[in-house]
């Protein structure tokens, strides 16, 4: 993880930009947050923000 990068969706050929215009679940753990991102193909990409 490099930071604040713009992630995309992890299906293979969609390539769609995972932004404020996605479904976005975000969790908190102990290891940071947890968002997790349901892409308009229906594939879910999770990334984990540090605190
Ligand atoms: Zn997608």
New binding site residues.
Partial sequence: MLGNVTCT???EG???PLDDESLMIAMRTDAGERRAYE?????VTVTVVRP
Wanted: charged share 25%.
């Fill in positions: 969706c992890e299906a969609c390539d769609r892409c308009g193909c229906g594939a």
